[in-house]
């Protein structure tokens, strides 16, 4: 007998041993495939798992940070805006000179009872300066 096969042979082959040995191959290799595919998707799966809660945990924490240090700052700027002022030297009025002024300023006599403060422009109201009218105190608060 010949190799050679007749074309009727070659084509019973080709469309009926073929697929008939292809299925009968996939039906016992498909399980063995189907297993290898599970496991590999679970490893994936569980290594996504560890890593994003180890991302969240990192999260968390820079959170927790940025949190602490936002709360520092505004503890910082509070502080500041509620300390007391620092005192300022009193101002000199004209026709004063420094030593009255500091003297008006202690804290002993006050601006309404000097003689001086009474007669002076800056008590004495709404006034016209060189840069125009100047507001009074109530237009002001």
């Known amino acids: 007998m010949s190799d050679e096969k007749n074309p009727v042979e070659k084509a019973v082959e080709l469309m009926v041993y073929a697929p008939i040995g292809f299925v009968n191959f996939m039906r016992s290799m498909l399980p063995g495939w189907i297993e290898g595919g599970r496991q590999e998707v679970t490893k994936q799966m569980t290594n996504a798992k560890v890593m994003s809660e180890f991302a969240i945990a990192q999260g968390r924490n820079e959170a927790g940070k940025a949190v602490s240090q936002a709360g ?53 109201g709404p006034s016209i300066s060189s840069n125009g009218p100047r507001p009074s105190a109530d237009a002001l608060a």
């Open 72 to 124: 520092e700052a505004v503890s910082n700027l509070t502080a500041r805006r509620t300390a007391p002022p620092a005192q300022r030297p009193p101002a000199v009025r004209v026709g004063q000179t420094p030593a009255t002024a500091h003297a008006e300023g202690d804290g002993t006599s006050t601006a309404a009872s000097t003689p001086s403060a009474a007669a002076s422009p800056a008590s004495a």
